[in-house]
């Protein structure tokens, strides 16, 4: 059987355009296990942070966390080198999008 000459270009070109969408998602993998790595690191701090907040501060105001946090958590995390996020969003850690959308 034979292959028209007419048609062969459009293979290579999507072969092409399969290949280099490959090469995009090889970066984009590499970013996110980077990432990764850099979310294993914090785990325990952040799950500490999360559980202390759970536990202790629940009764209190936001301005009250906030500083038990900031004030208090984090620099004890620090001063024990203790990896944790500097950015860390509890709620967002605590909680889930379809719970908030309710």
Known sequence: MQVSSKFYPYGIVNQHNSLSGLAGEKVR???QSQKFKAQI????????LATGFLSYCGPFNQEFRNYMLKETWEPELSERKIPFAGD?????ML???PTIGK
């Open 88 to 92: 860390l969003n509890l709620i967002a």
């Open 41 to 48: 690191l914090e785990l325990v701090g952040n799950v500490l």
């Open 29 to 31: 993998w590499t970013e």
């Open 95 to 97: 909680i889930d999008a």
